[in-house]
């Protein structure tokens, strides 16, 4: 019986060592795509320091400053609108964290967060 657990426990234990880390590296820079049923398709465009946000279907562009906070998680500030109005007005104080805590292929799940909302929201993007 003292086999078995102990076998079982090793089968466990080499599994969890052995699974996969996420690369969010490959995820810093690039062309996104985010589809919601509320806001229709934004594409967003990331660089090392910034952020850009484009929705057709709002007849919005905003950008926003990025600042990384460790490899998959990153804080918006600063935003700007750039084309067309935004019924949504942040302060200059308001920071929207973004955690990565899934990637499959070129999709990733991401759980959203911010300073002045206790709303947490998970959605999907694409890198296109």
Not at 41 to 57: H, S, V, W
Not at 64 to 89: A, H, I, Q
Request: glycine share 4%; hydrophobic share 35%; proline share 1%.
């Amino acid at each position: 019986m003292r086999l078995f657990y102990f076998t079982t426990l090793l089968i466990l234990l080499s599994s969890i060592s052995f699974a996969q880390s996420l690369d969010c590296k490959k995820m810093h820079v690039g062309k996104f795509e985010l589809v919601s049923e509320t806001s229709g398709t934004t594409i967003i465009e990331r660089n090392k320091n910034t952020q850009t946000e484009t929705n057709k279907t709002m007849n919005i562009r905003t950008s926003y400053d990025l600042v990384w906070t460790s490899e998959c998680s990153y804080e918006l500030r600063n935003r700007k609108v750039l084309e067309g109005t935004s019924k949504f007005v942040m302060k200059p104080t308001d920071v929207i964290r973004v955690e990565i805590i899934k990637i499959e292929g070129k999709k990733l799940t991401v759980k959203i967060t911010s300073n002045f909302s206790d709303k947490v929201a998970e959605v999907e993007i694409s890198k296109i």
